[in-house]
């Protein structure tokens, strides 16, 4: 995908800031010199400090210039992530996810799917439809409690395209990643083991936990450097992990992406420790550039690693239908499958079966990317132009999520309370952890097109945290 001239400029004063060339509180040099130098228009230079603004990077003096940004990023304070929480959560979840509102009234940027507008409808529709035709009453029938033999195996080939070795027979089929998650953590678990988590973490993971009755150790995922693996070396001395659950590809809510030196460090520190890694790969497809990210999986010779997905994001979400490749822990995840009930339905496995089977796949994946990163390159301009200054968020490189810092002196709860009244839905930052840590935060998903409507909910939204009060 092509890199606009003013991303390229801010990713290269990034570099020289990340490098150490441009140290914290060093003057940056002018828009004009820059101009010179980049050999480039005035505005294009703009657009660039613009963004490292928003990343946080530089902060602008009035009448002075750009500096590089001198306040350290809100790290947790020392010891805290060794700090075991209970999982008491200030959210109700029902809250969050219930539909108490008239939906007709209301921007959603709070449902991690695909909008209405770009869900593949006519792709599962027909598929689903010429399945029924075909199989008719033997969908009538109970299926394998580990999934369709068929499928399994198209999962298997499509993952090896990514360096994922799975094994077809070691596969389970499960009603999506939330599933996947609750059947790893239980596989490898007992009520009152801690676990670590990232932090944030998506709230239907931490509500699968407090159901668990597991104690948590929330490891910070940093705005720059993604998963603190560090902090997990160190929470390891001090405790018995039995597990971390991580989203290494597009984490939601941050969009954070683990290179793959991280990913062999992270499996690293949990041989070291023999602790099982539960890796949610659910956003792993929906990548805007380059190659497909590979998984821990990718590294794996143990068997410590359980590697989970669903097509709920790159497909839709009503058709419940997921993997767990459980590894070494495979009897035991596979008794709490058949435990848990039923196979999922067998017109969602045939369906999927014949998507993954074919070109058809592979060719929606190809626009949904491009149409995920251009409302995510809209959303960001949007937040640029209708946010306060101080606002802060990364662009991320696939998913569908954006992780937006509201100015510290903005009253987030006021600033809610005027969103639920205008219509505007956006997903709290205190929902996504334990601890208070993200009060100051809301997550924004850009998984749907814009509309006037759409446009004009985010304006009013940014205007109110913009208003002096
Ligand atoms: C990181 C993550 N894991 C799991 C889920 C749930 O996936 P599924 O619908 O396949 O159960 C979500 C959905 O929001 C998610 O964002």
Redesign the pocket.
């Known amino acids: 995908m092509k890199q606009y001239r003013y991303e390229e400029i801010a990713a290269d004063i990034e570099s020289k800031i990340t490098g150490g060339q441009y140290l914290p509180g060093h003057k940056l040099p002018s828009v004009r010199a820059q101009k010179e130098r980049y050999q480039t228009s005035l505005s294009t230079i703009q657009s660039a400090y613009d963004d490292l603004l928003l990343k946080g990077l530089v902060e602008s003096v009035p009448r002075s210039g750009y500096f590089v940004r001198t306040r350290p990023e809100p790290l947790p304070k020392a010891g805290e992530t060794m700090l075991i929480r209970d999982p008491v959560f200030r959210n109700n979840l029902a809250a969050i996810t219930s539909e108490n509102l008239q939906r007709s009234a209301l921007s959603e940027f709070n449902v991690?799917a695909p909008g209405d507008l770009l869900l593949p409808q006519q792709l599962l529709l027909k598929t689903m439809q010429q399945v029924i035709r075909e199989k008719g009453a033997a969908l009538l029938k109970y299926y394998p409690a580990n999934g369709l033999a068929a499928l399994r195996e198209a999962i298997t080939k499509r993952a090896a395209h990514y360096n994922t070795r799975l094994q077809a027979n070691e596969l389970l089929i499960t009603d999506?990643?939330?599933?996947a998650?609750y059947i790893a953590l239980s596989a490898v678990c007992a009520p009152g083991d801690v676990i670590a988590i990232e932090s944030p973490c998506?709230f239907?993971?931490l509500e699968v936990i407090r159901v668990l009755r597991l104690k948590v150790v929330e490891i910070p995922i940093q705005p720059r450097t993604g998963f603190d693996i560090a902090a997990l070396q160190a929470a390891c001395s001090i405790h018995a992990l039995k597990a971390v659950v991580v989203?290494p590809n597009f984490h939601?809510p941050t969009g954070a992406l683990m290179s793959d030196e991280q990913k062999r460090w992270l499996l690293q520190v949990a041989q070291t420790n023999n602790m099982a890694i539960i890796e949610?790969d659910?956003?792993g497809e929906l990548f805007f550039n380059g190659q497909r990210p590979c998984t821990i999986r990718s590294f794996d010779n143990s068997g410590l690693v359980m590697t989970c997905s669903?097509f709920?994001?790159s497909l839709a979400?009503g058709v419940r239908l997921?993997w767990l490749s459980p590894g070494r822990f495979y009897s035991q995840a596979e008794q709490i499958r058949f435990a848990i009930g039923s196979a999922v339905s067998p017109v969602y496995q045939e369906t999927i079966l014949r998507i993954v089977d074919s070109s058809a796949y592979e060719k929606h994946l190809r626009t949904f990317r491009q149409q995920l990163q251009a409302q995510c390159n809209q959303s960001l301009r949007l937040i640029k132009d209708y946010f306060p200054a101080g606002t802060r968020v990364a662009k991320p490189q696939g998913g569908y999520h954006l992780w937006v810092q509201l100015p510290e002196q903005q009253d987030t709860a006021s600033f809610y309370r005027y969103c639920a009244q205008a219509g505007v839905r956006f997903t709290p930052g205190s929902a996504f952890s334990f601890s208070n840590r993200y009060d100051q935060y809301f997550r924004l998903v850009f998984a749907d097109k814009y509309t006037p409507a759409k446009e004009a909910a985010l304006r009013k939204a940014g205007a109110y945290a913009a208003t002096p009060r």
């Open positions: 991690a999506g990643a939330l599933q998650i998506i239907s993971v989203t939601n949610n659910i956003y669903s709920a994001k979400p997921g």
